[in-house]
């Protein structure tokens, strides 16, 4: 079977836009998670270990709220410790992620509470908001 020059040059086309990370599918609403991250998500910790649900969740608030900030993702034990973390953070395990966005705060919790594919969320009274995929609770 051959495959057409034209078919093969839009599939490389439509490849290169998915990885690229250019705008054309940040840009587009929830879809963001699909590149490294979205131009409204910006990383001050490790990027690597933070689950694709709760990228997609991030990209949705900034979507909705603006830019998001990420500030806390992967903690090692000692870390946690240091900032008063619960021993059995999610941050140990690479499943939960602390943020800085603008926005009325009530309106970013209810938000964050109506996305199923977040567990644990929290705003703190220094304005960082906290989302994890564990079981549905705040505290």
């Excluded at 879809?31 to 910006?42: E, F, P, Q």
């Excluded at 709220?65 to 410790?81: A, C, I, M, P, Q």
């Excluded at 996305?115 to 564990?134: C, F, L, N, S, W």
Aim: net charge positive; charged share 20%.
């Amino acid at each position: 079977m051959r495959i057409r020059p034209v078919a093969t040059r839009a599939l490389l086309v439509s490849v290169l836009l998915l990885t690229s990370g250019c705008g054309t599918v940040s840009g587009i609403t929830g879809l963001g998670w699909m590149t490294s991250s979205s131009d409204l998500v910006a990383y001050n910790d490790t990027e690597w270990c933070v689950p694709r649900s709760l990228k997609k969740v991030l990209n949705r608030v900034a979507d909705r709220f603006g830019r998001v900030t990420v500030h806390s993702t992967k903690r090692w034990w000692l870390e946690n410790w240091w900032k008063g973390g619960a021993s059995n953070s999610y941050h140990l395990e690479c499943k939960a992620v602390d943020f800085t966005v603008r926005g009325d705060p009530a309106a970013v919790v209810a938000f964050l509470k109506a996305q199923p594919e977040v567990g644990g969320y929290k705003r703190y009274a220094y304005g960082h908001y906290h989302i994890d995929t564990g079981p549905r609770r705040t505290w």
